[in-house]
């Protein structure tokens, strides 16, 4: 958390929010803010950047609509930076399938892509505790599997993929995995195809991933995610009217 307290210019223009926002984006990108940090009172900010209490209020709004702000409660209260999260991400494009502007096959088209991607890099870099994380969340998985318990709607089907974006040691890459897994996670629910052989092709994928062969373990990987993408596609044309 930074000990400074950001200071900031005032604005001059009609729309005076948007300003305030990208003083505020900007101060983020040159790490003067960072996550956990309180941002300045309502009135501070109306003095500092120059404009109404009102327009300091639209750009909160706005940056804690677009998940980079939030508003705590209590003797501590006020607006702080947010930790990053994909929530805001996995929303956007939520959307977008469920207005019909992105189909769903779309979604896992790029859910593959990155997947490859991912598989590459934790080849180049992950450590032993990498490898051991992903292998307790396959056994995990297996015994649930075992118990004959419901893990298709649970956070547990993805938590796979977003260790393997761990293993990457790439922040961006974990966000965009969580965010596509997530949107997945509901129409997985949905399928009525049984488990199949998922803890074996997790069980192949690590094992390769260990020995460093990135290419047979994206392979292996790939085939699994495109068998999944073309239920999907079936289950969305039987739902889609004729």
């Known amino acids: 958390m930074s000990e400074t307290t950001p200071v900031f210019a005032p604005v001059r223009m009609r729309r005076a929010f948007e300003a305030i926002c990208d003083q505020i984006r900007q101060q983020l990108a040159d790490g003067q803010l960072a996550a956990g940090d309180r941002l300045p009172s309502e009135k501070e900010l109306s003095e500092q950047f120059g404009v109404s209490r009102s327009g300091v209020r639209e750009a909160l709004r706005s940056l804690e609509m677009a998940g980079m702000v939030e508003a705590l409660t209590g003797i501590n209260g006020g607006f702080y930076i947010k930790q990053s999260h994909p929530d805001g991400i996995t929303q956007a494009v939520r959307d ?30 992950a450590t032993e505790e990498d490898f051991a994380a992903i292998e307790a969340d396959i056994d995990r998985f ?10 298709r709607d649970s956070a547990l ?3 796979f993929y977003r260790l393997i974006g761990r293993a990457t040691h790439n922040e961006v890459i974990v966000m965009l995995i969580d965010a596509l897994s997530e949107i997945l996670r509901g129409l997985i629910a949905q399928l009525q195809a049984p488990h199949s052989n998922v803890v074996q092709v997790r069980r192949k994928v690590l094992r390769l991933m260990r020995e460093r062969d990135a290419p047979k373990a994206s392979a292996a990987l790939a085939k699994h ?3 999944l993408h073309l239920l999907l596609e079936d289950m969305e044309r039987k739902k889609t009217p004729r």
């Open 157 to 159: 089907i993805t938590e």
């Open 225 to 227: 995610l495109t068998a």
């Open 96 to 125: 977008m399938v469920a207005l019909n502007q992105v189909p769903v096959s779309d979604v896992t088209e790029a859910r593959i892509l990155l997947c490859d991607l991912a598989i590459k890099l934790a080849c180049e870099r």
């Open 142 to 151: 297996a015994e649930l599997v075992r118990q004959g318990k419901p893990v």
